[in-house]
C-alpha cells in the first residue's frame, strides 16, 4: 500500500511530529510506501507572512494547488492528515476529493473546536467553545496569540468549515487518540458520522526495561505552565525527593535557578536517544502534571514501556492511562499537597509488582506491532 503522510510541523518538535515520524517507520517496516508532504512554521518569520498565512487560514489555494500536484505525482491509496494548521488550511481535504482519494485524519489537538487548539485559558481546562459554532469566547478573550484580531481567523475557518461540513463530507476517517477525546467530541457542536470515528492510541517504540530502579523522580516535556512543571519541582522539595528534568520550553531560566537552589533538583536540558532512555529506565517513577486536556499521554506510554509507573492526576487522558496503585498513582491536579504524598506513598508500594503491571500495560496496549496493525486496518476500511 501506499501513503501519503501530510503533516503541518511545529517550530519546537512536539509530540505530533514525533507520531508522525515514528507511524512512517513502523508502516514501511511493514512493507508499505510512505511519501510525506511536509510544510514548516519556522518559515512563518515575518510579518507579511504572518498575514498572508492568516488570511489563507480558511482555505489556501496556494496549498492546495501544490497538494494536488503532489498526490498527482506520487499516486497514493490513501492520504494520512496529521496536522494541517496553520499552513496547509483544510483545502487538503479538498484536494483529496477532488482527485478521489481517500483521506484519514489524526485529531492530535482540539484545533477544529478552539482557536489555540488546546481547550486551556487562564491557567485552567476551558469549554467555552465547545459548543459555540461561531466561537465567540475565544474573540473576547483573544485565545489566538494572546489577540482579539488575531483569534477571529481561526474562529472564522472553523465555523466557515462546520458550515461547509468539512470535517463530515470531506474525510472518511477520524481517528481519536483516547476514549476521552471522543467524549469532548461528542459534545461539542462538530457532528462526525458514526462511522467515521475510531479511536487509536498512539505507540512507542520498545527499548527495553528495568526492574530494578535508581532513586529518583523523573519528569520529561515541555517546561511551561500549563505542563505543570512548577508544581512537580515545588511537590518534589516538600517530599524531599531527588527530581530529574528533561525537556525545554519558556519556564527554562527558572526550571534552571530551582536546580542551582536545591540540591535535590537536577535539570539535565533536552534529552534524546540513548540518554532519554536511560532516564526512563532507571527512574523509580514518572510525573505527568498537566493541566490541559490532553488528546493523549506520550510520555506516559513511554514510561510504562521502560517498566516504570507513573504519578498522574486524576484528570481527563492521564487519569484513564494511568490505574491508581497499578500501573502508578493518582493525585488531585494543581494540588502541590497531594502530589507531596503521592510523591511519599509511592515508597510504600509493591514496586516491584507496579514496574510489571507497567510493562504488562505497555505490552498489551502500545506497541509498534500492535499500532501498524490497527492503521492497516484503518487504511483497508477507506479503500
Given amino acids: 500500500m501506499h501513503i501519503v503522510q501530510i503533516h503541518n510541523r ?52 496556494s496549498q492546495k494547488k501544490l497538494i494536488k500536484t503532489f498526490l498527482k505525482e506520487t499516486l497514493p491509496d490513501v492520504v494520512h492528515v496529521h496536522n494541517f494548521l496553520p499552513i ?36 485552567k481546562p476551558c469549554e467555552d467553545c465547545i459548543t459555540s459554532k461561531w466561537g465567540i469566547p475565544a474573540i473576547k478573550h483573544g485565545c489566538y496569540q494572546e489577540s482579539k484580531v488575531a483569534t477571529v ?68 516535556g515541555r517546561l511551561s505552565d500549563e505542563k505543570g512543571i512548577v508544581n512537580v519541582i515545588e511537590a518534589c522539595i516538600k517530599a524531599n525527593k531527588r527530581l530529574k528534568i528533561a525537556g525545554t520550553g519558556p519556564l527554562y531560566e527558572v526550571v534552571e535557578n530551582y536546580s542551582h537552589i536545591n540540591n535535590n533538583i537536577e535539570f539535565v ?24 486536556y490532553e488528546t493523549f499521554g506520550l510520555v506516559i506510554i513511554e514510561s510504562f514501556s521502560f517498566g516504570t509507573p507513573v504519578i498522574a492526576p486524576s484528570f481527563g487522558n492521564a487519569g484513564q492511562l ?35 503491571n507497567a510493562r504488562n500495560t505497555f505490552l498489551k496496549n502500545y506497541t509498534a506491532q500492535d499500532n501498524v496493525s490497527k492503521l492497516e486496518e484503518i487504511y483497508q476500511s477507506v479503500l
Fill in 322 to 356: 494511568v490505574e491508581h496503585e497499578g500501573n502508578g498513582l493518582h493525585y488531585t491536579l494543581d494540588n502541590v499537597d497531594d502530589l507531596a504524598k503521592a510523591i511519599l506513598k509511592l515508597d510504600y508500594q509493591d514496586q516491584e509488582t507496579m514496574r510489571k
Fill in 269 to 292: 536540558g533536552n534529552q534524546d536517544g540513548e540518554e532519554l532512555s536511560s532516564l526512563y529506565k532507571n527512574a523509580q517513577a514518572l510525573i505527568t502534571a498537566s493541566k490541559m
Fill in 10 to 61: 511545529y517550530k519546537d518538535i512536539g509530540g505530533e511530529d514525533i507520531v508522525v515520524s515514528r507511524e512512517k517507520l513502523i508502516l514501511e517496516a511493514a512493507g508499505h510506501k510512505v511519501s510525506q508532504y511536509i510544510v514548516n512554521n519556522n518559515n512563518i518569520n515575518t510579518l507579511s507572512r504572518k498575514l498572508k498565512t492568516a488570511l489563507s487560514l480558511p482555505y489556501s489555494v
Fill in 153 to 220: 481567523f481561526p474562529v472564522l475557518s472553523n465555523a466557515l468549515h462546520e458550515y461547509l461540513h468539512t470535517w463530515s463530507s470531506y474525510i472518511d476517517k477520524v481517528i481519536l487518540l483516547s476514549e476521552f477525546s471522543k467524549n469532548i467530541f461528542k459534545k461539542s457542536h462538530i457532528t462526525f458520522r458514526e462511522q467515521q470515528v475510531v479511536i487509536k492510541p498512539n505507540f512507542t517504540e520498545d527499548r527495553g526495561y528495568l526492574y530494578d530502579k535508581e532513586n529518583y523522580i523523573l519528569f520529561v
Fill in 88 to 123: 496547509i488550511t483544510p483545502s487538503v481535504f479538498y484536494a483529496c476529493k477532488e482527485l478521489h482519494i481517500p483521506v484519514v485524519v489524526t485529531l492530535h489537538n482540539y484545533r477544529i473546536l478552539c482557536s489555540n487548539g488546546l481547550l486551556f485559558r487562564d491557567g
